[in-house]
């Protein structure tokens, strides 16, 4: 069993940045693959990016992409989500999330384990 905690969120003005951790306890990081997903008030959980056990398939969600970057750092046990360009319906919850599969999935239900989450929040 692994245990995940998200932190890095916060407010941020359209345009900026956020960098957001994953830290992962309890089990090697390596042994899983890795999703970020995301939930605004009133709104289902989606599915914002993936990466495989060693890093080298990413997989992001259309209106994501080109603007978040999702890497992990296997020896820190720890996977990043790099934010750029943030525009205000990027507001959510943001959670981390652990597949015991090797390349993760889009769906929620495909994964294990999930940290409690960290707000993001962009203003106009």
């Known amino acids: 069993q692994v245990q995940l905690v998200e932190s890095g969120g916060g407010l941020v003005q359209a345009g900026g940045s956020l960098r957001l951790s994953c830290a992962a306890s309890?089990?090697?990081?390596?042994?899983?693959?890795m999703g970020w997903f995301r939930q605004a008030p009133g709104k289902e959980r989606e599915f914002v990016a993936r990466i495989s056990r060693g890093g080298d398939t990413t997989y992001y969600a259309d209106s994501v992409k080109g603007r978040l970057t999702i890497s992990r750092d296997n020896a820190k046990n720890t996977v990043y989500l790099q934010m750029n360009s943030l525009k205000p319906e990027d507001t959510a919850v943001y959670y981390c999330a652990a597949d015991r599969g090797v390349f993760g999935g889009r769906s929620p239900r495909q994964y294990d384990y999930w940290g409690q989450g960290t707000q993001v929040t962009v203003s106009s």
């Open positions: 309890g089990r090697t990081l390596s042994s899983y693959a």
